[in-house]
């Protein structure tokens, strides 16, 4: 389980261009409180950062203020965690507004008290994850106000986005909501093609997509409308700074008729994902009776068929890529838009 955890962490990093050159696991029964690992440990990551020419070393873990800097000063490397990886993953890949202030604001309410001598000088950054500069102690507590103003700055600025995107939902009251969710790399998006037509980008990376999209399809024949609605991936360990700062995009989750949980059913962790996503729902308040679980990628799964996930979640299959199920699949959302809970049972 822990490498597989790990091999997820190196698709993160290599989704950011970063080249991975090596990697170490260290069981402990407790992190270490200074260095999260032991100084034993990091000063073996040194020696093997050294050897193998990194400049980086990631954790898979979220890492306090004070054991990032700890382990900077036994490494002499640049010490990243988890979220941070993430974080910057969706500065890259933030195209819309929206996008860009609610990831800013992740940033920035992350990297606060974290700020050290290597992250500053604030207005000389120029791209990178964490670029290195500074001017000392004064110049740290300068950059912290910078910081501070502007993270007031951007929440008033998402409040404006968000009180937009209450207007924008009361104009869509004449159409059903649906929304798709789940796991980063699922294939929402090209299930969202194939639903709207809407030629929405798709590549086989974790957070290939990163703005939600909204786009009206037709679940039948006579051309009744509704709204699909696609949006962010969920990943394991995702940074609660993300989570809060999209909280006005995750809404079209929380707002929608019917959630369509896409789970890639060829992954051989298709199970910790969906419990991963499951978590995600519960989280912003999605109720389960409005969820539709699609098991995804059916063309890549040999002598399976139709089943349930548990005796009380039923399962649509399909193929998004190919096109097997989807009228299945719409079906079942026309079903549960007409109150049948028990559709798939």
């Known amino acids: 389980m822990v490498e597989e955890h790990l091999e997820e962490l190196a698709e993160l990093a290599r989704a ?9 696991l260290q069981r402990r029964r407790s992190p270490d409180a200074r260095t999260f690992i032991g100084k034993g440990k990091a000063e073996e990551i040194a020696v093997a950062a050294d050897h193998l020419a990194a400049d980086l070393v990631i954790f898979d873990d979220d890492l306090s203020p004070v054991q990032v800097k700890n382990l900077e000063e036994i490494v002499d490397k640049q010490v990243i965690d988890r979220s941070a990886l993430i974080l910057e993953i969706f500065v890259q890949r933030a ?9 800013e604001l992740a940033q920035n309410e992350y990297l606060l008290p974290r700020l050290t001598r290597r992250w500053t000088h604030l207005s000389r950054q120029a791209g ?15 950059d912290r106000r910078m910081l501070r103003k502007r993270i007031q700055h951007l929440k008033r600025d998402l409040a404006k986005i968000e009180r937009s995107r209450k207007v924008q939902r009361r104009g869509r009251r004449d159409a ?56 962010v991936g969920f990943i ?19 707002h929608a008729d019917v959630v369509l949980h896409v789970v890639d059913r060829s ?61 299945d699949l719409k079906s079942e959302i026309r079903a549960r838009l007409n109150g049948d809970r028990r559709a798939l049972a």
């Open 16 to 24: 950011s261009d970063v080249a991975v050159v090596g990697q170490t």
């Open 95 to 103: 195209r819309t507004r929206e996008a860009r202030t609610q990831v």
């Open 128 to 142: 990178g994850i964490g670029v290195r500069g500074g001017e000392g102690e004064k110049q740290l507590e300068a």
């Open 176 to 231: 059903s909501v649906i929304a798709l969710a789940g796991y980063t790399n699922a294939g929402k998006s090209t299930l969202f093609n194939r639903l709207t037509r809407a030629g929405a980008t798709v590549e086989d990376k974790l957070f290939a997509t990163l703005d939600s999209k909204l786009r009206r399809g037709s679940l039948d024949h006579d051309g009744s409308a509704v709204v699909f609605s696609d949006t």
């Open 236 to 254: 394991r360990k995702l940074p609660h700074h993300l989570v809060a700062s999209f909280r006005s995009t995750l809404e079209e989750i929380t």
């Open 267 to 327: 992954s051989d962790h298709w199970q910790e994902q969906m419990e991963v996503a499951d978590e995600v729902l519960e989280e912003i308040g999605v109720e389960r009776d409005r969820v539709v679980t699609v098991f995804n990628k059916s063309d890549r799964v040999d002598g399976e068929g139709p089943s349930q996930v548990s005796d009380d979640r039923p399962a649509v299959w399909v193929s998004a890529l190919t096109g097997a199920g989807v009228d």
